[in-house]
């Protein structure tokens, strides 16, 4: 089983949608876990992090089962500006010594 | 705030040759780690600096190298470039999340 794991998509959507990324990681000690966005050769930027409780900014919630091993973002009324890719990020042991594991990404593409 | 900075952002460099990249971290950030991302290839950890010193390093050869000075700016060396080192070099500070720079695109002819 890959460490995180992303399906890779692409998902095509109109705008307006609601569109939800799964990711599952293999290491079930993992302590810190975030979703980050990155545009067509650009630099990944961090879109939210991702807590027990779930979490919510605005349009974009996250969710995170630690049971299962799963984590889920949900971008609702999607906009064209929301076209990236996705990454699912893992921090294994926490804080600053983690080496942060990184899926290969989500591609989103909204269309008008 | 300045936040990471990189150099150069583009290198073209051609088989065998050696290469070093820039960084420097967020003010006040000890810290610095290197990513390797080869398209269509998610982000590899490469190396982690803190405190002028190597604490970890991901799984590439020793041809990858770098050091970190006492400002806690770093650089990360290349030698012996081959084809698949084409790849955007990222670079990164802060704790449990990671802000990055721009990055620097390198293309091995």
């Given amino acids: ?112 | 705030e300045a936040g990471v900075t990189q150099s150069p952002t583009h290198l073209i460099k051609t088989r065998g040759q050696q290469v070093t990249l820039r960084c420097s971290p967020i003010s006040g950030h000890t810290s610095v780690y290197w990513y390797q991302q080869a398209l269509g290839l998610g982000l590899q950890f490469l190396l982690w600096y803190d405190e002028g010193e190597e604490r970890n390093r991901g799984n590439f050869p020793p041809r990858f190298s770098g050091r970190q000075f006492p400002n806690y700016s770093s650089e990360l060396n290349v030698n012996a470039l081959e084809l698949e080192d084409s790849a955007l070099y990222l670079c990164a500070s802060t704790t449990d999340s990671r802000i990055f720079g721009s990055g620097t695109q390198l293309s091995v002819l």
């Fill in chain 1, 1 to 112: 089983r890959k460490e995180v794991e992303q399906d890779p998509g692409p998902f095509n959507v109109p705008e307006g949608a609601t569109v939800a990324f799964n990711c599952t990681y293999s290491n079930s000690a993992s302590q810190s876990f975030f979703w980050y966005r990155q545009d067509c050769r650009k630099e990944p930027k961090l879109l939210m992090s991702v807590y027990s409780s779930g979490n919510e900014d605005g349009r974009f919630t996250a969710q995170l089962n630690r049971a299962s091993q799963y984590i889920s973002l949900l971008i609702r009324d999607s906009k064209l500006s929301d076209s990236a890719t996705y990454l699912c990020v893992v921090n294994p042991i926490g804080g600053s010594q983690g080496n942060l594991i990184f899926g290969k990404g989500t591609k989103l593409s909204v269309k008008p």
